[in-house]
Antibody, heavy 116, light 109 residues
Framework: QVQLQESGPGLVKPSETLSLTCTVS?????????WGWIRQPPGKGLEWIGS???????YYNPSLKSRVTISVDTSKNQFSLKLSSVTAADTAVYYC?????????WGQGTMVTVSS | SYELTQPPSVSVSPGQTARITCSGD??????AYWYQQKPGQAPVLVIY???ERPSGIPERFSGSSSGTTVTLTISGVQAEDEADYYC????????????FGTGTKVTVL
């Protein structure tokens, strides 16, 4: 059974770049599927950030596209998120997920706070 | 932008039926998915492709689709069903391949 684990700094300063990594176990990223990032501000709903295929092709939420980069490292079985020029509005729980036609498998999420 | 609209809240007594709607212009052409999220936990898939139920999800959860609205029905609601529920789908142009609904808080009275 696939497991996904987010990792990265829990505190990021305003205007800096937020960087997170999702480590996948129980399934090889290079075998297929899209892999995605989602976030949830405290007390609010879910927002899809973007997704990447194992080959590296990406698609992003148009509202975040100018600040988002998602990449994949099949040798480490990981994929990563970079969100630039962060503000307090980017404070959220960030989830990674395996994207499938039969629904998504989610990591447990990691809280990232943007504050000086 | 593309939006999926859900009622903010639904209240139901134990044993009764809860219905949660999700409205979006592209729903006649795109599958919908439903997730349950309890406080402090990651979302869990309860319905995929409009009406399919994953293994391990109780039979009291069902999904249906009609025009621009999809519905999650919880029959014989139990206290453990109290949670937030989100629909997920896509727009028809490909600009928004993944969109989540606004979310519905189900309260078991």
């Amino acid at each position: 059974q696939v497991q996904l684990q987010e990792s990265g700094p829990g505190l990021v300063k305003p205007s800096e770049t937020l960087s997170l990594t999702c480590t996948v176990s129980g399934y090889s990223i290079s075998s297929g599927y899209y892999w995605g990032w989602i976030r949830q501000p405290p007390g609010k709903g879910l927002e899809w950030i973007g997704s990447i295929y194992h080959s590296g092709s990406t698609y992003y939420n148009p509202s975040l596209k100018s600040r988002v980069t998602i990449s994949v490292d099949t040798s480490k079985n990981q994929f990563s998120l970079k969100l630039s020029s962060v503000t307090a509005a980017d404070t959220a729980v960030y989830y990674c997920a395996r994207v499938m036609g039969a629904g998504w498998d989610w990591g447990q999420g990691t809280m990232v706070t943007v504050s000086s | 932008s593309y939006e999926l609209t859900q009622p903010p809240s639904v209240s139901v007594s134990p044993g009764q039926t809860a219905r949660i709607t999700c409205s979006g212009d592209a729903l006649p052409k795109q599958y919908a998915y439903w997730y349950q999220q309890k406080p402090g936990q990651a979302p869990v898939l309860v319905i995929y492709k409009d009406s399919e139920r994953p293994s391990g999800i109780p039979e009291r959860f069902s999904g249906s689709s009609s025009g621009t609205t999809v519905t999650l029905t919880i029959s014989g609601v139990q206290a453990e069903d109290e949670a937030d529920y989100y629909c997920q789908s896509a727009d028809s142009s490909g600009t928004y391949p993944d969109v989540f609904g606004t979310g519905t808080k189900v309260t078991v009275l």
